[in-house]
């Protein structure tokens, strides 16, 4: 059964069309994740799916109920954790629980528990009674998470769960998150806007740009989609494009991308290939710094299915969602 | 109906839990009231004699003080959206609205909060008004309609503050619009000294003064010889003004919700 699902949605705001017919579904139990640059388009389709706002076109679903006219039943059925926190930071971690449970039909001993119980789960236990405005950020985090799930939620819907978080409390996030999907049994649509939290905690992703998902698929079903290997030629000095146009002429390469120094392409074979082009690079007198190889990663994705360096899309965009 | 009413008490008691943790507040903004009660009481006393009278009282803090809990109830409503504004901005709300929760009551708790701020401190000052020699002429019935008088007036600008802080979404703009409507009411009004004293046209557009009607309610049961008339007419003045604007905030809610 499918626990999401979007069938051309489209969203125009004013003068920005943030969603452009956006299609995808997610199945029960899933971690789904919308991955895009800034403005790309997946803070509005969570929007739209938690019903905070209505599509201009197209249909959804979510555990079930369609997202406009059975708005009430979609709110019961899901948690929502918004990308700038949403607790109440003046309040204890306990009374922004028992609130959120309240205004979900909740009480008494049953919600007593489940509030506990979720302290417990996200080690806020001690902290508990203290205001939330003296928690780190990553325990700030953890309760804006645990408030999306008092009520036990069939679908919890995460915008961008970890931004804003240092390395190391990002990392427990990611790891909680895995625990929950597993032992909540539930379905988690994640937005991000990193390449490496899709891959880490995602089983299957949506690439999204300019308000359409552009490909669908796990992780390693799209970096397989592109044959070859990835090779990044790091330049000794700046003429980058010379040595661009110098590598395109190469017969076996392809996908010539170019960010500061670097130069970045996908040949089919990484070992035949990188010798001819090193001889290129040569021949016109332009020195080398280093080369490296890889597998596609999902920097390569994001790269071949948008024509797009993600890097540089992530800058020019912003603006359209917030 | 049932849910709107459940849902405004939760929210109002999450509002009521904030503001007594840090009860300092409450003290803190009774500070500006005491200094106009003892301050401009004492210095201006001999004004209930000059010609022309129209005070009703030669006591100039007996005419003073029932005033002064109204124009606390005035500017406490002025800042009310203060509140709303931190909560859109830190997602408190869309959190909210991805709940089943009254649409309603996210609006109405936060002026039923404001309102009950204006009655604590209203008890506050008629208290120290007391020992000040102050008497409520009407009695209890006096205490009571003071303090629904000062809530009255709360709620009417508090439905406005949270309209606006609903349309602007920015403290910078709230805190000059309350200071250009906020100071010209204030000083339009009867609070200070009697409309017979003022020129003939403030007399005038004072009679349309929100501001104006609190103070003559409170006033008239504060003094000897209370018009029960006036006190009911301004008093449903106000309850109707706080109706029209508690609709305009509504309204702005879904104005702010169409725009998500």
Do not use: C
């Amino acid at each position: 059964m499918d626990a999401i699902v979007a069938e051309g949605l489209e969203k125009r705001y004013q003068d920005v069309q943030a969603l452009a017919g956006l299609s995808f579904s997610v199945r029960a139990g899933e971690v789904f994740g919308l991955l895009g640059p800034n403005g790309a388009g997946k803070s509005t389709t969570v929007k739209v799916l938690t019903t905070l706002t209505t599509p201009d076109r197209g249909r959804a679903e979510v555990a079930g109920h369609n997202v406009v006219r059975e708005a009430d039943a979609v709110r019961r059925s899901i948690g929502y954790v918004p990308q700038s926190s949403g607790v109440d930071r003046d309040a204890t971690g306990r009374e922004n629980l028992m609130l959120q449970g309240h205004v979900q039909g909740m009480s008494g001993a049953k919600l007593k528990a489940r509030v506990q119980h979720l302290l417990e789960l996200f080690g806020l236990a001690d902290a508990a009674d203290r205001v939330v405005r003296g928690y780190s950020g990553g325990m700030k985090r953890r309760l804006d998470v645990g408030l999306g799930l008092v009520h036990g939620p069939q679908v919890l819907f995460l915008d961008e769960p970890t931004t804003g978080l240092d390395p190391e409390a990002r990392a427990a996030m990611w790891d909680e998150l895995a625990v929950l999907a597993r032992e909540e049994l539930l379905t988690i649509l994640l937005t991000t806007h990193y390449l490496e939290e899709a891959d880490a905690l995602t089983h299957r992703l949506a690439i999204v740009s300019r308000g359409r998902v552009v490909v669908e698929g796990t992780a390693e079903e799209l970096k397989g989609s592109l044959e070859g290997e990835a090779v990044v030629v790091e330049l000794a000095d700046g003429a980058v494009e010379d040595a661009a146009a110098v590598v395109r002429a190469v017969a076996e390469v392809r996908e010539v991308s170019t960010d500061g120094r670097l130069l970045r392409s996908r040949v089919a074979n990484g070992a035949r290939a990188v010798p001819t082009i090193l001889a290129a690079l040569d021949g016109r007198g332009i020195a080398v710094e280093s080369v490296t190889m890889h597998r596609p990663s999902l920097d390569d994705v994001y790269l071949h299915y948008t024509g797009r360096d993600f890097r540089s899309e992530d800058e020019a965009g912003g603006g359209g969602e917030e | 109906m049932r849910a709107a009413a459940v849902h405004t008490w939760f929210m109002v008691g999450r509002q009521a839990r904030n503001l007594m943790r840090e009860p300092i507040w409450i003290v803190l903004l009774l500070v500006q009231p005491m200094i106009w009660l003892l301050l401009y009481g004492q210095l201006f006393k001999r004004v209930t004699h000059l010609p022309g009278g129209g005070f009703g009282t030669t006591s100039y803090i007996e005419f003073l003080a029932p005033a002064i809990v109204i124009m606390n109830a005035f500017f406490g409503a002025t800042w009310s959206g203060m509140a709303m504004v931190s909560d859109l901005d830190r997602d408190v709300i869309p959190r909210f609205l991805a709940t089943p929760v009254s649409r309603v009551s996210l609006v109405v708790s936060q002026i039923v909060r404001s309102a009950l701020t204006a009655l604590i401190q209203g008890i506050v000052i008629l208290l120290v008004s007391l020992a000040l020699g102050v008497r409520v002429h009407a009695g209890v019935l006096g205490w009571v309609v003071v303090l629904l008088a000062a809530m009255l007036m709360n709620s009417a600008f508090a439905g406005i503050s949270q309209g606006l802080a609903l349309l602007t979404r920015k403290e910078a703009t709230m805190i000059a619009i309350a200071n250009f409507i906020g100071l010209p009411l204030f000083f339009l009004s009867s609070t200070l000294i009697s409309f017979r004293q003022m020129p003939h046209w403030m007399r005038e557009l004072g009679k349309f003064n929100p501001v104006n009607w609190g103070v003559v309610a409170a006033r008239e049961v504060v003094l000897p010889g209370a018009d029960w008339g006036s006190v009911g007419l301004h008093l449903a003045l106000l309850a109707a003004l706080t109706v029209a604007t508690a609709g305009f905030a509504t309204w702005t809610f879904r104005v702010y919700q169409r725009q998500l």
